[in-house]
C-alpha cells in the first residue's frame, strides 16, 4: 500500500509558476513509477507527465511539454511537479498517482494509487 498527498497548488497569475510536490509513505517508493494528472470542472481527468522508477527517463502529454517539469528525490520520498508559463486554461485538481510498470503510463487505469488532489487555480 502507498499513500500519496499532494501539495503546492494555490493561486497564481497567468505566466506565473508553482511546483506541486507529492509525497508518498507507506511502502518503498522507489519501486512505483509516478504520473500527474488533473481534472478541471466537467473534464475528464487529463494525463500530464510521468517519471519512472529510476527517474531516469519523463514523459509528458503534449499540452504541457516544455511547460512542465517532473523530477523525483526518493530519499525524501518525494515527485515533483514545476509548471512554468501557467495558462488559467491549466486551473484544475491536480493528482499524482503511482503505478508498479511504465506501460501506458498515459492511460490512468494503469495506476493503483492515487493522492486526493490540490487545487490550482490561474488568473488571467
Known amino acids: 500500500q502507498v499513500q500519496l498527498v499532494e501539495s503546492g497548488g494555490g493561486l497564481a497569475q497567468a505566466g506565473g509558476s508553482l511546483t506541486l510536490s507529492c509525497a508518498a509513505s507507506g511502502r518503498a517508493f522507489n519501486n512505483y513509477a509516478v504520473g500527474w494528472f488533473r481534472q478541471g470542472p466537467g473534464k475528464e481527468r487529463e494525463f500530464l507527465g510521468h517519471?519512472?522508477?529510476?527517474?531516469?527517463?519523463?514523459y509528458y502529454a503534449a499540452s504541457v511539454k516544455g511547460r512542465f517539469t517532473i523530477s523525483r528525490d526518493d530519499a525524501a520520498n518525494r515527485v515533483f511537479l514545476r509548471m512554468n508559463s501557467l495558462k488559467p486554461e491549466d486551473t484544475a485538481v491536480y493528482l499524482c498517482a503511482a503505478a508498479v510498470y511504465s506501460i501506458d503510463y498515459a492511460d490512468r487505469r494503469r495506476y493503483s494509487y492515487w493522492g486526493q488532489g490540490t487545487q490550482v487555480t490561474v488568473s488571467s
Open positions: 517519471v519512472t522508477k529510476s527517474g531516469g527517463n519523463t
